[in-house]
């Protein structure tokens, strides 16, 4: 059955996770009437199959391994983990894999959800495939935010469709450990999963296709992860990958690797990065190809459709695939939809209110592993590849007050990128315990374009971990 209701609104949102959520909060907050399309569950991958269940499973893992270097604590953490409870916990944080709460703050909002798949079929015009099967026509008058994220990319693997692989998203919503357990990929979803697995009771084989883990970092950063990950007792395997697998009759899956080597296990995750959820979103009807990413200006305009009706913001745009960052974006993108629909002239320039800049020159992410690894800005291979003129300042964390007071065992390093021509900081990763909330400092150094000089008046505590700050100021001062 087909009901052409042809909604009109001023914004159609394409996608619910939280960078369409967002987006839709800002555009009604400006005033404009907007609805939301929610193929899945509202609060996309993040909320479900991502970042929460994924820190769920994390925490109770790098919190034992921190307690087990704390003096006191031996006794206490001898057995192993209990994994039921903390499944249970993974479930909560995961909402049950239901979207009530987030619906309940939808409506509250003052936004429209309409379930079914959201598919572009002209300039401003929506047609969406309810649940019912259903098709409801959508108008727009000013905007269509395209926000439909990102899903696992798999690697071309002959029979793959018959191996029951896991995705990122079986590998966050698991009920039980796996015994044996294949990672293929040593980027963040790689790293993170094998320290969640194996520290819940799997043994994990992680292969890594280049020489080392995490390999968009500063090398100590996966240098120190490999490390930890084999001192758990996970096998690591560089240069390496699968060329084939197979599952066989009794469950088990056999697979080879590029090496000539073979291995048996229990469950395959592929942690082989993203691609865009764009296949079927009608982009052939407004000019684009589907299944591309798609490109923006910094307003987060699509550039290749005349009339600066059509955004992409999140992962589908490729910029930066956080969920912070694609809110920040869904922040600048609701303020350029109000600001066009007002008829005003955008601000511009670097840090205007309608201008993304963050999510391309201070991307702050951190991988939560043992040890954490907190980044901002650039690596020094980044800047070499940029030609900018730069220095490097390194500090080894393991002698840190702080840090033998945070865990005896402490090992950690911190690297500070500074542009030689303009005294500030361009980039700072920090490898090491209890360092994500390290992270802010850093971010705001960067974004604040604070000169080095001004530096040594911010004083850190004693005895914290973010001494590193100080004693990088005096590594620069004496080398
Ligand atoms: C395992 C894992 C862990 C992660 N951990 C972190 C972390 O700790 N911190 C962090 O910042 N980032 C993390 N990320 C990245 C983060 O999940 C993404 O950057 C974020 O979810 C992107 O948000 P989004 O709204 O752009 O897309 P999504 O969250 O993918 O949401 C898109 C939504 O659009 C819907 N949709 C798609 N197509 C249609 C359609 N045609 N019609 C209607 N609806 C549609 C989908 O159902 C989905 O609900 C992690 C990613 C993974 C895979
Ligand atoms: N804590 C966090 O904030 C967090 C956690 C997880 C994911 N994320 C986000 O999600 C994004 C995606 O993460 P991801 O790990 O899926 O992607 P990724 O791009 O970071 O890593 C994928 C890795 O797989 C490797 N690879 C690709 N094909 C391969 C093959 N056939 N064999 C062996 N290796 C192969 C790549 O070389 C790469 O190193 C990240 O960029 C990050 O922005 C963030």
Redesign the pocket.
Same mark, same amino acid.
């Given at each position: 059955m087909t009901t052409d209701t042809a909604g009109t609104y001023d914004v159609i949102v394409?996608?619910?996770?939280?960078?369409?959520?967002?987006v839709a909060d800002r555009t009604t907050a400006a005033g404009l009437s907007t609805v939301i399309? #929610?193929?899945?569950?509202?609060?996309?991958?993040?909320?479900y199959?991502?970042?929460?269940?994924?820190?769920a499973l994390l925490r109770p893992v790098l919190l034992r391994a921190d307690a087990l270097h704390v003096p006191g604590f031996g006794p206490a953490l001898k057995g192993p983990l209990d994994t039921e409870a903390v499944l249970a916990h993974r479930d909560r944080m995961s909402a049950d894999w239901k979207d009530d709460g987030q619906v309940e703050w939808i409506k509250s909002a003052g936004i429209d959800l309409l379930r079914?798949?959201?598919?572009l079929v002209g300039q401003r015009e929506v047609s969406?495939e309810t649940p019912d099967s259903d098709t409801v026509r959508l108008r727009a008058r000013h905007a269509v935010a395209v926000?439909?994220?990102?899903?696992?990319a798999l690697p071309d693997l002959p029979g793959i469709e018959n191996l029951r692989a896991w995705?990122?998203?079986e590998?966050?919503s698991a009920q039980r450990p796996p015994g044996r357990l294949v990672i293929v990929g040593a980027g963040?979803?790689g790293v #993170?999963?094998a320290t969640a697995w194996q520290g819940l009771g799997s043994r994990v084989t992680l292969l890594a296709r280049g020489e080392g883990l995490l390999p968009r970092m500063e090398p100590f950063a996966g240098e120190l992860v490999a490390e930890h990950l084999r001192e758990a007792g996970a096998d690591i395997r560089f240069n390496t990958s699968v060329v084939a697998a197979e599952r066989l009759p009794d469950g088990e899956l056999r697979i080879t690797l590029a090496d000539g080597g073979e291995l048996t296990a229990d469950e395959l995750l592929f942690?082989t990065g993203?691609a865009p959820?764009?296949q079927?979103?009608g982009l052939d009807t407004v000019g684009l190809i589907p299944g591309d990413w798609l490109t923006t200006d910094d307003t987060l305009t699509v550039t290749a459709v005349p009339g600066d009706w059509l955004y992409a913001?999140?992962?589908?745009n490729r910029r930066?695939?956080?969920?912070?960052?694609?809110?920040y974006q869904?922040r600048i993108a609701g303020a350029v939809i109000g600001a066009r629909a007002r008829g005003e002239t955008l601000g511009s320039g670097r840090w205007a209110p309608h201008t993304a800049a963050a999510d391309i020159e201070a991307v702050p992410?951190?991988v939560?592993t043992d040890p954490e690894i907190a980044s901002v800005g650039l690596t020094a291979a980044d800047a070499e590849r940029d030609g900018r003129a730069v220095e490097v300042v390194d500090y080894d964390m393991g002698q840190l007050a702080g840090a033998h007071q945070y865990r005896s065992d402490y090992q950690g390093r911190a690297r500070l990128v500074i542009d030689r021509n303009r005294n500030t900081v361009v980039g700072a990763t920090f490898a090491g315990p209890g360092v994500a909330e390290l992270l802010q400092s850093a971010t705001v150094a960067i974004v604040g374009e604070v000169p080095v000089e001004r530096l040594w008046h911010a004083v850190p505590a004693f005895p914290t971990i973010s001494e590193v700050w100080l004693r990088l100021l005096e590594t620069r001062r004496d080398q």
């Open positions: 394409i996608g619910a996770g939280p960078v369409g959520e967002n399309v #929610e193929s899945e569950l509202v609060g996309g991958e993040c909320s199959w991502a970042c929460e269940p994924s820190k079914g798949h959201g598919r969406v926000c439909t994220g990102s899903r696992a995705t990122s998203r590998a966050t963040v979803v #993170e999963m942690a993203r959820r764009s079927d979103i913001v999140g992962d589908v930066a695939l956080f969920t912070h960052q694609g809110k869904a992410g951190v939560f």
